[in-house]
């Protein structure tokens, strides 16, 4: 009994908490996760999921995430797609103004990296970035 009675107060903590709703890539979603572990301790019940990029920018923009990740840049498709004005995303993915009252604000936390790695029975010289996308 007594454990259901601290599962009962532990729920009534989590109702009164201030909810923080993170979603979508799952190229992003290791970085949520520790991005949210900063609140730990903290009154704030964090909610990470993984999504995709597309649903996850569309949720923010919707209003029903708070923070939408994402591994490529905001597109004018993803104003499109919710009904907004795709002319005010910027081709680097910033934005010129609202849409459904959002104003997203990127925030860059990692670079793509490809890393060309071979036998050392492979006798290959030094490749060139057109070289390394010839070969795919």
């Given amino acids: 009994m007594l454990s259901a009675l601290a599962a009962v107060n532990a729920f009534d903590v989590c109702n009164d908490a201030p909810q923080l709703f993170s979603t979508g890539s799952s190229t992003v979603f290791p970085i949520a996760e520790l991005f949210a572990r900063r ?5 704030v019940l964090n909610v990470v999921t993984s999504a995709g ?3 996850g920018l569309r949720n923010l923009l919707t209003g029903a995430a708070d923070v939408g990740h ?3 840049a905001l597109a004018p498709k993803d104003y499109d797609n919710v009904d907004c004005d795709g002319s005010l995303v910027n ?8 849409c ?6 990127c925030v860059k936390v990692a670079n793509d990296v490809i ?8 006798t290959l010289g030094p490749q ?5 996308i010839a070969l795919f």
């Fill in 91 to 98: 081709a680097d993915g910033t934005v010129t103004g609202e």
């Fill in 39 to 43: 609140y730990d301790g903290i009154d």
């Fill in 128 to 132: 060139t970035l057109d070289d390394i």
């Fill in 53 to 55: 990029s597309t649903l």
């Fill in 70 to 72: 994402a591994s490529r």
């Fill in 115 to 122: 890393a060309v790695v071979t036998s050392p029975d492979v």
């Fill in 100 to 105: 459904q009252g959002v104003l997203p604000n």
